[in-house]
């Protein structure tokens, strides 16, 4: 059974950093790519990030690029997300999502996710 | 970027009902389309791919259609499992965009 389970969130301030871990269990982790989605208290889904099975190839969401980091370590089958000089909008809940492995763009599998907070 | 809107944002329906959610692209996305069924609290399921292929162990009751721009998601018979938000969501090109959303309450 594919698992993913998402840690590292938690209450920071305005301009900080946090580092959110994924630990992915039931699959083989190297052969899929990866991605971070999240969604603000009420609000939809929104796309962060994606990256390849062998890291070669990142994309980002304009609202986080040049501040978050995507990232993995195939050896310890997890997935990472830098996030730096934060704000209020990136409050959510921060899900670690599997891309199909016919449809690399589309998700199907999804962790229980991470709350992040921002606030002062 | 492509900007994906559902409708309608909102239904009202009752158990037994057929159900149908529309989005559509602001361009082509030729058939990378997928839909997605979240329930409170919980993470989004994967329920149609590709547009219309069904994922593996759902209900044949969801069905999904369309290319292009413009596409269904139809519950043909609502059970008391399927009150949920939908949401649609585009793979052709990057950023990576969803839909606003369709909130399946009880009628």
């Known amino acids: 059974e594919v698992q993913l389970v998402e840690s590292g969130g938690g209450l920071v301030q305005p301009g900080g950093s946090l580092r959110l871990s994924c630990a992915a269990s039931?699959?083989?982790?190297?052969?899929?790519?990866m991605n971070w989605v999240r969604q603000a208290p009420g609000k939809g889904l929104e796309w962060v990030s994606y990256?390849?099975?062998?890291?070669?190839?990142?994309y980002d969401a304009d609202s986080v690029k040049g501040r978050f980091s995507i990232s993995r370590d195939n050896a310890r089958n997890s997935l990472y997300l830098q996030m730096n000089s934060l704000r209020d909008e990136d409050t959510a809940v921060y899900y670690c999502?599997?891309?199909?492995?016919?449809?690399?763009?589309?998700?199907?599998?999804w962790g229980q996710g991470t709350l992040v907070t921002v606030s002062s | 970027d492509i900007q994906m809107t559902q409708s309608p944002s909102s239904v009202s329906a009752s158990v037994g009902d057929r159900v149908t959610i529309t989005c559509r692209a602001s361009?082509?996305?030729?058939?990378?389309l997928a839909w997605y069924q979240q329930k409170p609290g919980q993470a989004p399921k994967l329920l149609i791919y590709?547009?219309?292929t069904l994922q593996s162990g759902v209900s044949s009751r969801f069905s999904g259609s369309g290319s292009g721009t413009d596409f269904t998601l139809t519950i043909s018979s609502l059970q008391p499992e399927d009150f949920a938000t939908y949401y649609c969501?585009?793979?052709?090109?990057?950023?990576?965009?969803f839909g606003g959303g369709t909130r399946v309450d009880i009628k």
């Open positions: 039931g699959f083989t982790f190297s052969s899929y790519t």
């Open positions: 999502a599997r891309s199909s492995g016919s449809h690399l763009s589309l998700f199907d599998s």
């Open positions: 361009q082509s996305v030729t058939s990378w």
């Open positions: 969501q585009q793979g052709h090109s990057f950023p990576l965009t």
């Open positions: 590709a547009a219309s």
């Open positions: 990256l390849s099975s062998g890291s070669t190839t990142i």
